[in-house]
């Protein structure tokens, strides 16, 4: 009797065990999905236009954080070696705010340096005209041109003094270009093209961020022992007066080496809601298809991809998104 209960249940559990737990009827693959098909009247109305896939090199690069800061070059755009200006990108704030004080200190030295050369200038001229006149003595004419010398002396000094200390950083507003600061770690530099040009803009790098050239410039070697990072410096153009000192940018550099990807414009892209990318492919003429595809990344606005494409292929770049749209009953 026990060894007939045993071999029920047995037989029990092995017919549940054949029986899958779920099962997908009529599944769909990507490759199979619905065609767009446009009238010709409706194809004109969106504008459709297509491109074909290109496989070649796109520039590859790495994004890195950034610091908005002075250009440490003089007027003549050489650096100046025998000023503390060339120093000025690794200056922290309240450094470069002390910095600004002993500049108009400095500039009050000047001035009071230049009105003593002018009233011993004065005091020269008038102890000539005395000796002229037989009413003054030649010593202190002498006495006069010494401290004529002591203050073109002194207005010598406070000049150089005020070199040391750069042009004024209260001008700073009106400057046209600054320079960019770039931390990277030690390791990281082999593999960047530090002599190719670089693209400033947002701190995450996404192709709808606007992006600005950054050219490379030798400045003072800087790094920071504690974080094993070595300083790199771009130089970008300000003409919009939308860059601040201090102002925290991403900077994406390119790295070294170049291989083939498939290539799309970046406007053939289309994203659903849950953040899967598409293409359209242009099966024929007013017929299209979505393609799944992967975004590697993304220079300027062209996109390397992968995914079920190939190279050769017509993709649509203009009115995409309408054929989405077309396609999910949200558009007209």
């Known amino acids: 009797m026990l060894s007939a ?3 029920v249940i047995g037989n029990l559990l092995a017919a549940e065990a054949t029986v899958p737990p779920a099962k997908i ?5 990507e490759s199979n999905l619905t065609q767009v098909v446009l009238a010709p009247e409706a194809a004109k109305r969106l504008s459709i236009v297509t491109t074909k896939v290109e496989k070649r090199p796109l520039t590859r690069t790495r994004l890195f954080g950034g610091e908005i800061t002075l250009p440490a070059l003089n007027g003549s755009g050489k650096a100046n070696k025998q000023s503390v200006y060339t120093i000025l990108p690794s200056l922290a704030p309240a450094e470069l705010v002390r910095l ?3 500049q108009i200190d400095a500039d009050g030295q000047v001035e009071q340096a230049k009105v003593q050369v002018q009233a011993a200038q004065i005091a020269l001229n008038r102890a000539e005209q005395m000796r002229r006149d037989k009413v003054g003595t030649e010593r202190s004419v002498d006495d006069a041109r010494m401290q004529l010398g002591l203050a073109e002396a002194n207005l010598k000094t406070a000049h150089e003094r005020r070199d040391l200390l750069g042009p004024a950083l209260l001008d700073v ?3 046209s270009r600054f ?3 770039v931390p990277v770690y030690v390791d ?3 593999g960047l ?5 670089a693209r400033v803009g947002g701190l995450t790098n996404s192709s709808e961020n606007a992006t600005r050239l950054a050219l490379p410039v030798a400045a003072p070697p800087s790094a920071n022992p504690a974080a094993a990072t070595v300083d790199l410096f771009y130089e970008v153009k300000n003409s919009d007066a939308s860059l601040r000192p201090g102002q925290r940018v991403g900077v994406s550099i390119p790295l070294r080496g170049e291989d083939e990807n498939l290539v799309v414009p970046w406007s053939a892209l289309v994203y659903d809601v849950n953040g899967g990318c598409w293409i359209y492919q242009a099966l024929q003429a007013n017929v299209y298809q979505r ?11 062209q996109a390397a991809v992968m995914g079920d494409i190939a190279a050769g292929i017509e993709v649509v770049t203009a009115g995409v998104a309408e054929l989405f749209g077309t396609e999910f009953g949200v558009g007209k």
């Open 173 to 175: 507003n009106n400057r």
């Open 291 to 301: 393609r799944r595809v992967q975004v590697l990344r993304v220079v300027e606005d």
């Open 193 to 197: 093209n530090t002599a190719a040009q």
């Open 5 to 7: 209960i045993v071999l």
């Open 25 to 29: 009827e009529n599944p769909v693959k």
């Open 179 to 181: 320079w960019v600061r």
């Open 188 to 190: 990281d530099i082999a």
């Open 100 to 102: 600004a004080q002993s």
